[in-house]
C-alpha cells in the first residue's frame, strides 16, 4: 500500500477526531487523535494495512500522559504513530490486545511505570517491576 | 559429533518459590501453557538516560544487552539522525555498518553454541564459541574492546578505523567462511539434529503477525522483513546482499537463517572495506533542537526500536527503548504449547532470548501447580533426547 | 588449633581444583556471564587447571558473582549464599559486581553486591578479558595459599 493511500484512510475514518497531523519525513508520520476512535485505527493499520505493531511509548509531558503507538508497513518503510493525549485525571484508554495479542506486554508495562489504566485488559500484573512495588509509585512520572 | 558429558551451566536454585522466566504447565509429557515472567535484568534505563547527555547515553545503552552491544547506539544514533534531519558522514555510514555486521557474526555463533549444548552437542558449543574468538580479536583491533566497543556517537562514530589494518581483517573473515560451511553442513545435513529441530516450535505467517514476531523468528516463517532493506541506515543501501528467508517457521528453519545470514554478514563486510571512502567520521552536532525521533536498527535478534523526545536540553526527555526479545519472548504462547517437555528447551531457545533468561525455568503440573522440575532438568532432557536417537 | 587455624587450612585445601559456581545477581547486560562461559572455550580452557562450573551451589567453593544487585533478586541471592557450604570464597566480576558501573544508585539497583555478600576479591573490567579473570583467580589462589601474590 502505499503511504498517501494509507493517510487518506486514516484522515477519512478519523474524522472531526484527528487533532493534528505532522508528516515529519517520508518515513515518519505523527497522527493525533482523540482516544475514543483509537482501537477503530489501530484495527484499520493491524488488519487492513497489515502493518507490524512496533511498539508503544508512553511519555509524562506534565500536562498530560501521551500514548505513541508506532506502526511499522515495512513494505515502504514507513512508521505511523498514533498519539493519544491523556488527561491526567482520567487516565484510561481501552486495551488494544483484542484486536493485537501484541499489545499486551507493552501495555503492561506502560501501566506499571506511568499509572495509566488500560480497559478491558486480560492480565493487568505487573510485568517488570517486583510485585510488591508501592502502590502508586509510577518511575517514569515527572509528578513529583 | 555427541558428547556423552553434560556441562552444567547457569544460575540454577533447587528452591520452590522462586519467580521463574518461563513456567511450563505440563499435562504428563505435553506442555499446556507457559507462564512468562521478565523483569529480572530490570535497570529501568529508559529512567537513568533522562539524567545522562546525549554523548553519555551512548555508553549507557551498549550495556542494556552484551551481546547485542552495538544494535541499540546504532538504533539510537539513527534516533538522532532522525530527529535532527541530518545524515552522518559517509565514512561513518561504512563504520558503522561493519560494526553492525561483526557482531551479527559473533552473536549468530554464539546462539549456534548454545543451542547444540542444549541439544547434547556439546562440541558444537565448544567449535561455535572457539571461532567466535577471531570476530572478537577484530572488535579489540578496531575498538580496544572485545565487548562494548563505545564505537557510536551522535552525529558520527567515535574512532577511526584505520586501512593498515584492513588487509588482516579481510584475512581473518575470510578464514572464517571454511568454518562457517563446517557449520552449515553440521546443522543441515545431521539427520539427528533435523529430526529434532524439524517441525518442533513452529510459527505460522499470522502467528508472526499476531505477536509482532522480529528478525529470524520471523524470517524463518518466511515473513521478509529487515530493518536493513525495510528502513535503510548505515551503509545497507550502497552494498549488495541477499535477505535470508525459510518457510518452514520451526526451530531448524530459525537455525537455517542465521547461519545463512552469517555468509551475507561477511559478504558486506568485505564491500564495506573495499567502498568506504576517506574522509571526516563525525559532524561535531552541538545543539538538539526540540523535536521526537524514532531510529531502529536490526539487531542479530531482529528490531531494535528507539524514540527520542527532546526539550531542547542536553539530556534526552524520553527515551523509550524496545529490544526485540520484547516482542519475540511472547511468541513462545504459541510455539512451545502442544510440545513435549524434552522438546521445550530449544524452542525457547530459538527465538534467540537473553542468555540468562533461559535459564530460569520452570515445569509444574497442569492441575496440581506442583513443580516437577527446574531449568537444569529440561535441559538435560533435552541432551538426553537427542542421546537415545544416536543410538 | 583455634577455629581460625581450622577455617584457613580448610580454605588452602580448597585451592587444589575450585568448583566455582556462577550466580548472577541480576541488573546486569550479562556480558560478564558470556565472558566466564569463555573461560571452558578451546582458547581458555580453564578446566585444565580444575577449575570447573558446577550446577548447584552445595558443591561448589568459590561463587562468581556478576551483575549490579536488581531488587527483584535480592531475596534470592541471600537464600543461595546461606546454602552455600563454608568456606566459601566470594569472587566479584565486572564492573557492575564491584560497584555497578554506570547502573550505580540506579532506580531499582541501589545497592551493590558488596552490600549483601562478603567479597573477596573484585576482578573490574566492562567486560574484564578472560586473561584478566583468570589473573584474578591466580591472585586469590597465591592470597589464600599464603604465596606472594
Redesign the interface.
Known amino acids: 500500500m502505499k503511504k498517501q493511500e494509507i493517510i487518506e484512510n486514516i484522515k477519512v475514518r478519523s474524522g472531526k477526531d484527528m487533532l493534528d497531523f505532522n508528516d515529519r ?1 517520508e ?2 508520520v ?1 497522527i493525533t487523535i482523540k482516544k475514543e476512535i483509537l482501537p477503530k485505527i489501530a484495527r484499520y493499520l493491524f488488519n487492513d494495512v ?1 502493518a ?4 508503544a ?1 508512553g ?1 509524562d509531558t506534565r500536562k498530560a500522559i501521551e500514548i ?1 503507538y ?1 506502526f ?1 508497513v ?4 514507513l ?1 505511523v ?1 498514533l498519539r493519544v493525549i491523556l488527561d491526567k485525571s482520567n487516565l484510561e484508554v481501552d486495551s488494544l490486545t483484542s484486536i ?3 499489545a ?3 501495555e503492561r508495562e506502560i501501566h506499571e511505570l506511568l499509572g495509566v489504566n488500560f480497559k478491558g485488559h486480560p492480565n493487568p500484573k ?5 510485585d510488591d512495588w508501592p502502590e502508586g509509585n509510577y ?2 512520572r515527572r509528578d513529583r | 559429533m555427541a558428547e556423552r558429558k553434560i556441562i552444567p551451566i547457569g544460575p540454577y536454585h533447587p528452591l520452590q518459590e522462586e519467580p521463574e522466566f518461563f513456567r511450563l504447565h505440563v499435562d504428563g509429557e505435553t506442555v499446556a501453557d507457559i507462564d512468562i515472567e ?2 529480572y535484568n ?1 535497570r ?1 534505563i ?2 537513568i538516560s533522562e539524567s545522562k547527555s546525549y554523548d553519555q547515553v551512548t555508553f549507557l545503552i551498549e550495556r542494556i544487552c552484551g551481546i547485542c552491544s552495538t544494535s541499540h547506539p546504532f538504533a539510537y544514533t539513527n534516533a538522532i539522525d ?1 530527529l535532527l ?1 541530518v545524515t552522518v558522514p559517509e565514512r561513518a555510514l561504512y563504520i558503522r555498518s561493519i560494526i553492525g555486521e561483526l557482531e551479527r557474526i559473533h552473536s549468530h555463533l554464539l546462539w549456534l553454541g548454545l543451542a547444540g549444548h542444549f541439544l547434547g552437542y556439546n562440541t558444537v558449543w565448544m567449535w561455535a564459541w572457539r571461532y567466535r574468538e577471531p570476530v572478537l580479536d577484530i572488535f579489540e583491533k578496531i575498538s580496544g574492546n572485545r565487548n562494548h566497543y563505545a564505537m557510536f556517537k551522535p552525529g558520527g562514530v567515535r574512532r577511526d578505523m584505520h586501512e593498515e589494518d584492513f588487509p588482516w581483517i579481510k584475512k581473518t573473515l575470510k578464514a572464517l567462511i571454511p568454518k562457517l560451511d563446517m557449520f552449515k553442513g553440521a546443522v543441515m545435513d545431521d539427520p539427528v539434529i533435523r529430526a529434532r529441530t524439524e517441525g518442533i516450535g513452529v510459527l505460522t505467517k499470522q502467528d508472526v ?4 514476531a ?1 528478525g529470524p523468528t520471523a524470517r524463518a516463517s518466511g515473513v521478509a ?1 529487515d530493518v536493513r532493506k ?3 541506515c548505515g551503509a545497507y543501501d550502497k552494498v549488495e546482499w541477499k535477505l535470508i528467508t525459510q518457510e518452514g517457521g520451526d526451530v531448524f528453519a530459525k537455525a537455517v537463517v542465521r547461519i545463512l545470514e552469517m555468509y551475507e554478514s561477511v559478504n558486506i563486510i568485505l564491500q564495506c572495506l573495499d567502498k568506504m571512502p576517506k574522509g571526516p567520521i563525525d559532524l561535531n552536532i552541538k545543539d538538539m533542537p526540540v523535536g ?3 531510529g ?1 536498527y536490526e539487531a542479530p535478534r531482529g ?1 531494535v ?1 528507539h ?1 527520542i ?1 527532546s526539550d531542547g536540553g542536553n539530556s534526552p ?2 527515551h ?1 527503548v ?1 529490544a526485540p526479545s ?2 519475540n519472548i ?1 511468541s513462545n504462547k504459541k510455539a512451545v504449547i502442544g510440545h513435549t517437555i524434552s522438546d521445550a528447551t530449544i524452542i525457547l531457545a530459538a527465538v534467540d532470548p537473553c542468555y540468562c533468561c533461559t535459564e530460569r525455568m520452570a515445569v509444574v503440573d497442569y492441575k496440581s501447580g506442583k513443580k516437577l522440575m527446574d531449568g537444569q532438568d529440561l535441559i538435560r532432557l533435552s541432551q538426553e533426547k537427542t542421546a537415545k536417537m544416536l543410538k | 588449633m583455634t577455629r581460625e587455624d581450622k577455617m584457613s587450612l580448610k580454605l588452602k585445601a580448597l585451592t587444589k581444583s575450585i568448583w566455582v559456581y556462577h550466580l548472577c545477581v541480576g541488573g546486569s547486560c550479562n556480558n560478564c556471564d558470556i565472558e566466564i562461559l569463555d573461560l571452558l572455550t578451546p582458547r581458555y580452557d580453564v578446566e585444565r587447571f580444575g577449575i570447573m562450573l558446577v550446577g548447584s551451589i552445595k558443591h561448589a567453593d568459590a561463587i562468581l558473582v556478576t551483575g549490579s544487585l536488581s ?2 533478586a535480592v531475596d534470592r541471592v541471600k537464600r543461595i549464599y546461606e546454602q552455600a557450604s563454608k568456606p566459601c570464597v566470594v569472587i566479584a566480576i565486572g564492573a557492575c559486581a564491584c560497584g555497578q558501573g554506570i547502573f550505580a544508585k540506579g ?2 539497583t541501589p545497592n551493590p553486591v558488596d552490600s549483601l555478600l562478603p567479597i573477596n576479591i573484585y576482578i573490574p573490567g566492562c567486560p574484564p578479558k578472560p586473561e584478566a579473570m583468570i589473573m584474578g583467580i591466580v591472585k586469590l589462589i597465591k592470597k589464600l595459599t599464603g604465596k606472594k601474590c
Open positions: 519525513s518515513r515518519r505523527y497489515r507490524r505493531f512496533s511498539i511509548s511519555v505513541l508506532h511499522s515495512d513494505e515502504i518503510g512508521i504513530s493485537m495479542k501484541c499486551e506486554w507493552i505487573h510485568l517488570l517491576l517486583k518511575p517514569l | 521478565i523483569g530490570l529501568l529508559e529512567k532522525d534531519k503477525h499476531d505477536y509482532a522480529v522483513i525495510d528502513d535503510p521526537e525521533g524514532i531502529r528490531e526500536f524514540y523526545m526527555a524520553r523509550k524496545r520484547f516482542m511472547a | 531488587l527483584k532506580p531499582v
